[in-house]
């Protein structure tokens, strides 16, 4: 079965790469088609890639608590709403403070995820060179999060998604580029050095989508189109109709049993998004992608905490 569990991997790093050399292609059509001051399009592309994004962490309680008791489980939920909702509050509370913990969070979920894809990968290999992890989950993890906010496009978009983070950097922009460009260049040096040449590949690619795509746009497809499909390639591990389909030899129908399950999660996202807008009054249009992004950073919280447990199996 491992095989097939290789050969599923695969498929999901062609597509997230593919999704992510056609938003590159996408940036550079649109910058020339559609006047600079309009950002509706980057809005419309960014909204389309959260929601494939979403339901990728609707399966925790499968992952953590696998065959428990309906208590237990609704227990579990229960917590994980509740954190959710705190998370919530706190950045509707705090718009700034709140937002640099997000930075932070995410760049060691994203970065420390698409290590562990990486090791499950050579882990169904009969040869592979050696894997510098951390190292490249420091990277991976920093570029579609960091560059994205301090380039020279950032403004624009943090105008539209909520003005209060326009200078949430605190005028370290430039020491914060500086930085990350500085690791990710080493990064890539020392997986070339080791002929990790295919991790190379994505690490450059993301780099890339981060310094070309507009930030609403190069984060968007990020989350939705390469960590939450990498992050489901790895559900389908541990989850029994996914194991089921993979010893039949269907990998596709292994990666569908772990989305399906995950599309209320999409309609929840947006319902409680919605709620959340009618009852602090105001635009729908004004408001609806600051608050999605709200939730869904929200929900990152608990989720990070509960796939740690995933991610520390993947990486040892």
Same mark, same amino acid.
């Given at each position: +079965?491992a095989d097939?569990?290789?050969a599923l991997?695969?498929?999901?790093?062609?597509?997230?790469?593919?999704?992510?050399?056609?938003?590159? %292609?996408?940036?550079?059509?649109?910058?020339?088609? %559609?006047?600079?001051?309009?950002?509706?399009?980057?809005?419309?592309?960014?909204?389309?890639?959260?929601?494939?994004?979403?339901?990728?962490?609707?399966?925790?309680?499968?992952?953590?608590?696998?065959?428990?008791?309906?208590?237990?489980?609704?227990?579990?939920?229960?917590?994980?709403?509740?954190?959710?909702?705190?998370?919530?509050?706190?950045?509707?509370?705090?718009?700034?403070?709140?937002?640099?913990?997000?930075?932070? +969070?995410?760049? %060691?979920?994203?970065?420390?995820?698409?290590?562990?894809?990486?090791?499950?990968?050579?882990?169904?290999?009969?040869?592979?060179?050696?894997?510098?992890?951390?190292?490249?989950?420091?990277?991976?993890?920093?570029?579609?999060?960091? %560059?994205?906010?301090?380039?020279?496009?950032?403004?624009?978009?943090?105008?539209?998604?909520?003005?209060?983070?326009?200078?949430?950097?605190?005028?370290?922009?430039?020491?914060? +580029?500086?930085?990350?460009?500085?690791?990710?260049?080493?990064?890539?040096?020392?997986?070339?050095?080791?002929?990790?040449?295919?991790?190379?590949?994505?690490?450059?690619?993301?780099?890339?989508?981060?310094?070309?795509?507009?930030?609403?746009?190069?984060?968007?497809?990020?989350?939705?189109?390469?960590?939450?499909?990498?992050?489901?390639?790895?559900?389908?591990?541990?989850?029994?109709?996914?194991?089921?389909?993979?010893?039949?030899?269907?990998?596709?129908r292994a990666?569908?049993?772990?989305?399906?399950?995950?599309?209320?999660?999409?309609?929840?996202?947006?319902?409680?998004?919605?709620?959340?807008?009618?009852?602090?009054?105001?635009?729908?249009?004004?408001?609806?992608?600051?608050?999605?992004?709200?939730?869904?950073?929200?929900?990152?919280?608990?989720? +990070?905490?509960?796939?740690?447990?995933?991610?520390?199996?993947?990486?040892?």
């Amino acid at each position: +079965m491992a095989d097939f569990e290789l050969a599923l991997f695969l498929k999901v790093r062609k597509f997230s790469r593919l999704a992510v050399a056609l938003a590159i %292609i996408a940036a550079f059509i649109f910058a020339k088609l %559609i006047a600079s001051s309009s950002n509706n399009w980057q809005v419309v592309i960014a909204l389309f890639a959260l929601a494939v994004g979403i339901p990728h962490g609707a399966l925790d309680h499968l992952v953590t608590l696998p065959k428990s008791s309906p208590l237990k489980m609704a227990g579990f939920i229960a917590i994980y709403v509740a954190v959710a909702i705190v998370a919530v509050i706190g950045l509707l509370a705090w718009n700034v403070i709140g937002f640099i913990a997000v930075v932070a +969070m995410s760049a %060691i979920h994203f970065g420390i995820g698409d290590a562990a894809f990486i090791s499950e990968i050579d882990r169904r290999k009969t040869d592979h060179n050696k894997f510098p992890r951390y190292l490249y989950a420091a990277a991976a993890g920093s570029i579609p999060v960091l %560059i994205p906010l301090v380039n020279s496009k950032s403004a624009a978009a943090l105008q539209r998604v909520n003005p209060a983070l326009l200078n949430w950097h605190q005028g370290q922009n430039n020491n914060l +580029m500086l930085w990350t460009i500085l690791l990710s260049g080493f990064a890539l040096l020392r997986l070339i050095k080791l002929r990790r040449d295919s991790d190379a590949i994505d690490l450059g690619l993301l780099l890339v989508l981060a310094l070309i795509a507009p930030p609403l746009v190069a984060f968007a497809v990020y989350f939705g189109c390469w960590h939450a499909m990498r992050h489901t390639a790895r559900l389908t591990l541990v989850l029994p109709r996914s194991q089921k389909a993979l010893a039949e030899g269907k990998s596709g129908r292994a990666f569908i049993a772990a989305i399906w399950p995950g599309i209320p999660a999409l309609v929840g996202t947006f319902v409680v998004a919605a709620a959340i807008i009618a009852a602090r009054g105001g635009s729908i249009s004004d408001q609806f992608l600051w608050i999605t992004l709200v939730v869904v950073w929200a929900l990152t919280v608990p989720h +990070m905490a509960v796939t740690a447990r995933l991610d520390r199996k993947a990486l040892q």
